[in-house]
């Protein structure tokens, strides 16, 4: 079993709805947790960087933590053509590498 | 913008023959940086840990003495694939942690360059 699990995809939703993402953890030691955006042919951006349970929110995406289900979410608002892309978790424990999930693909169509 | 620098973004070059990337922090200083490679609808494969004025620390199952890497300054790192084949052609993507953006250097967030593909003929 990985120590995170996403779900691959692909992920195809219209324009404007919602897109909901979601990896799952078996590593309790985690404890920081952040969600990148890669478009095809480069590198992760970054889009959010959490290390406490609960809800975090920047402009249309919000990124959800639940450390006693080790499950967390990323929300995208009003989603665009332009949000098409793979979304990657990633996580780690104090001072120790980052551990990534595999990668969800987003197609949002206009 | 940007936070970290990788060149280039794409080269071919023979089998046999060695190729440098290079990646660069923007505006600060890196102590650490890391090299990850990525096959086609995979995720990112942590390759090694590149630190400034020592060796670097290479991940289980990675030659050390084909992919070369050099941390010779703060901000510049370099990573060497030596006497390429086809099968090394992948995407390498460098990072580092932007100082000041997480509760310690070490547990801040990653930051990617845009990633280099190698494509051996």
């Known amino acids: 079993q990985k120590e995170v699990e996403q779900d691959p995809g692909p992920l195809s939703v219209p324009e404007g709805a919602i897109v909901s993402l979601n990896c799952t953890y078996s590593?309790?030691?985690?404890?920081?947790f952040m969600w990148y955006r890669q478009y095809s042919r480069k590198g992760p951006e970054l889009l959010m960087y959490?290390?406490?349970?609960g809800n975090k929110e920047d402009g249309r995406f919000t990124a959800q933590v639940d450390k006693s289900s080790k499950y967390i979410s990323l929300f995208i608002r009003d989603s665009q053509p332009s949000d098409s892309a793979t979304y990657l978790c990633?996580?780690?424990?104090?001072?120790?590498?980052?551990?990534f999930g595999g990668g969800t693909r987003v197609l949002v169509k206009p | 913008g940007a936070v970290v620098s990788q060149h280039p973004s794409w080269v071919i070059c023979k089998s046999g023959t060695s190729v440098k990337i290079e990646c660069r922090s923007l505006?600060?200083?890196?102590?650490?940086m890391f090299w990850y490679r990525q096959f086609p609808k995979q995720s990112l494969m942590l390759m090694a840990t590149?630190?400034?004025?020592?060796?670097?620390?290479?991940e289980q199952g990675v030659e050390k003495d084909k992919f070369l890497i050099n941390h010779a300054s703060l901000t510049l790192s370099t990573l060497t694939v030596t006497s390429a084949h086809p099968e090394d052609s992948s995407f390498y993507i460098c990072?580092?942690?932007?100082?000041?953006?997480?509760?310690?250097?070490?547990?801040?967030?990653?930051?990617f360059g845009n990633g280099t593909r190698l494509t051996v003929t």
């Open positions: 990072s580092a942690f932007l100082p000041g953006t997480g509760i310690s250097s070490y547990n801040s967030p990653l930051h």
């Open positions: 590593n309790s030691a985690f404890q920081y």
């Open positions: 959490t290390y406490s349970s």
């Open positions: 990633a996580m780690k424990a104090a001072g120790n590498k980052l551990t």
């Open positions: 505006d600060f200083q890196a102590t650490t």
């Open positions: 590149s630190n400034e004025g020592s060796k670097a620390t290479y």
